[in-house]
């Protein structure tokens, strides 16, 4: 079953605007992770972050994890054509296997 | 180095055919993955691996077979196709060295079942 759920389904945007991606799961996680596959291609992990964690940063990505909602929001800045792409978060688990769980992802436009 | 590699990247199957998708990786992992992408829908695991000789069900492995022999490989088995086996696999392997946790993915193999 689905852990993440993204939202929106899909997103189309201006080049230089900001993205804003939504990622809400259902049970206590260890970690959360966002991945980006473009099309026809496998997915590219672009960042972590572990459940006592709050925000994290990595270059124009945003990150941020509410636990009390069990939700998590992707924000790319100053978008470029390049990100279209549809991203992924995943949810990581319990412990051993260190399986993931994937959402069915939102699909980014960004227009030129 | 060459990250995860997957072969083949098409196939078309007749229902009831058999075939092995093969999946190696050069990064030294331990815990490899198979997954498969439905149209509009995430991945879903079928088997994984935690290290060499050791095998375990994912979230939908009926159907399916896999055999980890060699460290840097993870074989995935349909040994009598469906139509419903029609999808996308992708097969990753876990960097557990420190803590970036990260899955790096092959770039798939588009099955298709007649």
């Known amino acids: 079953s689905q852990q993440g759920e993204e939202d929106p389904q899909a997103l189309s945007i201006q080049e230089g605007e900001n993205a804003t991606m939504n990622c809400s799961y259902k049970?206590?996680?260890?970690?959360l992770q966002w991945y980006r596959q473009n099309s026809g291609r496998g997915l590219v992990h672009l960042i972590l972050?572990?459940?006592?964690?709050r925000e994290k940063h990595s270059g124009r990505l945003r990150v941020t994890l509410d636990t009390s909602k069990k939700s998590s929001s992707l924000l790319i800045t100053a978008s470029r054509a390049a990100d279209t792409a549809s991203y992924f978060c995943a949810t990581q688990s319990g412990a051993g296997s260190y399986q993931l769980t994937f959402g069915k992802g939102t699909k980014l436009s960004v227009i030129p | 180095n060459a990250g995860v590699t997957q072969t083949p990247k098409f196939r078309v199957l007749k229902t009831g055919q058999s075939m092995t998708l093969l999946c190696a990786q050069d990064?030294?992992?331990?815990?490899m993955y198979w997954y498969r992408q439905d149209p509009g829908m995430g991945l879903r695991l079928i088997h994984y691996?935690?290290?060499?000789?050791?095998?375990a069900k994912g979230e939908v492995p009926d159907g399916y077979n896999v055999s980890r022999l060699k460290k840097q490989n993870f074989l995935l088995g349909l040994e009598s196709a469906a139509p419903s086996q029609t999808s996308v696999y992708f097969c990753?392997?876990?960097?557990?060295?420190?803590?970036?946790?990260?899955?790096?993915f092959g770039p798939g193999t588009r099955l298709t079942v007649l």
């Open positions: 972050i572990r459940s006592n964690e």
């Open positions: 990753a392997s876990r960097d557990d060295r420190g803590f970036t946790d990260t899955q790096y």
């Open positions: 049970t206590s996680i260890n970690n």
């Open positions: 990064m030294n992992h331990e815990y």
């Open positions: 691996s935690v290290g060499e000789g050791t095998t």
